[in-house]
T-cell receptor, first 109, second 117 residues
Framework: SQQGEEDPQALSIQEGENATMNCSYK?????LQWYRQNSGRGLVHLIL?????REKHSGRLRVTLDTSKKSSSLLITASRAADTASYFC?????????FGRGTSLIVHP | NAGVTQTPKFRVLKTGQSMTLLCAQD?????MYWYRQDPGMGLRLIHY???????AKGEVPDGYNVSRLKKQNFLLGLESAAPSQTSVYFC????????????????FGPGTRLLVL
């Protein structure tokens, strides 16, 4: 069963807008990771945030983690058409990551 | 570096046939994983390996077997394929955690699309 659950399931925005997607989970974690999957391709790692971190940045990506609420958010600023993809969170309690069902993001040019 | 490669890219099987999916990584990773991805289900872990010669069951292991005879290769076998095994299969690998109970980034292969008729 999936631990992390992304919300919303689908998101459609215009180029230049910000995109925010959320991940909620149920049990304690050591770290949480976000991945991107372009259509027909494998997953690509975006960012990892550890349980003792609250916020992390990487380029146009900003990830927050609230362990008290068991939730994380991924913000993509100034989105581009090339950001169109599915985004997955993976929660890691022990050695094995557990993936959510993903958020499908469409960025219209 | 080629990273994680998977063969074949696409395969059609008839019910009851067998096949082996091959995953290879050239990053000297200790951990390797097999996932399946179905529409609306995200990724589900089939089997994984924490080192050469060791394997373990994941969330959905029934109908699959695996072997890790060499550190760089992780094989997924279907002994008697069923239509329910129609899916996209992804292999991934990762480094040995720097600290106990930590997990690092996973590197994914491009996937194998399997259709079982």
């Amino acid at each position: 069963s999936q631990q992390g659950e992304e919300d919303p399931q689908a998101l459609s925005i215009q180029e230049g807008e910000n995109a925010t997607m959320n991940c909620s989970y149920k049990t304690s974690i050591n770290n949480l990771q976000w991945y991107r999957q372009n259509s027909g391709r494998g997953l690509v790692h975006l960012i990892l945030i550890r349980s003792n971190e609250r916020e992390k940045h990487s380029g146009r990506l900003r990830v927050t983690l609230d362990t008290s609420k068991k939730s994380s958010s991924l913000l993509i600023t100034a989105s581009r058409a090339a950001d169109t993809a599915s985004y997955f969170c993976a929660t890691v309690g022990s050695y094995i990551p557990t993936f959510g069902r993903g958020t499908s993001l469409i960025v219209h040019p | 570096n080629a990273g994680v490669t998977q063969t074949p890219k696409f395969r059609v099987l008839k019910t009851g046939q067998s096949m082996t999916l091959l995953c290879a990584q050239d990053m000297n990773h200790e951990y390797m994983y097999w996932y399946r991805q179905d529409p609306g289900m995200g990724l589900r872990l089939i089997h994984y390996s924490v080192g050469e010669g060791t394997t373990a069951k994941g969330e959905v292991p029934d109908g699959y077997n695996v072997s890790r005879l060499k550190k760089q290769n992780f094989l997924l076998g279907l002994e008697s394929a069923a239509p329910s095994q129609t899916s996209v299969y992804f292999c991934a690998s990762s480094y040995l955690p720097s600290q106990p109970m930590l997990q690092e980034t996973q590197y994914f292969g491009p996937g194998t699309r399997l259709l079982v008729l």
